[in-house]
C-alpha cells in the first residue's frame, strides 16, 4: 500500500518541475522577445520609418 502511494507521488513531482522548468523557459522567451522588439525599434528609427513611438 505505502508503495502505490509513493508511486503515485512521483509523476506529481515531475509535473511539478515541468511545469517551474516551462515557466522559466517562458519567461525567457518573453524577455527574448521584448529584447528583438526593442532591436527592432532601433533599426526602425535609424532608417527613419518608425510606426512605434519613440521611447522616451
Same mark, same amino acid.
Given at each position: 500500500m505505502a508503495s502505490e502511494a509513493e508511486f503515485g507521488d512521483?509523476?506529481?513531482r515531475e509535473h511539478r518541475v515541468r $511545469?517551474? /522548468?516551462t515557466t522559466l523557459q !517562458? !519567461? !525567457?522567451v518573453r524577455r527574448h522577445r521584448h529584447?528583438?522588439?526593442l532591436l527592432a525599434? /532601433?533599426?526602425c528609427? /535609424? $532608417?527613419g520609418r518608425c510606426e512605434y513611438p519613440s521611447p522616451s
Open positions: 512521483q509523476p506529481e $511545469a517551474l /522548468r !517562458d !519567461d !525567457d529584447h528583438l522588439s525599434q /532601433r533599426q528609427v /535609424r $532608417a
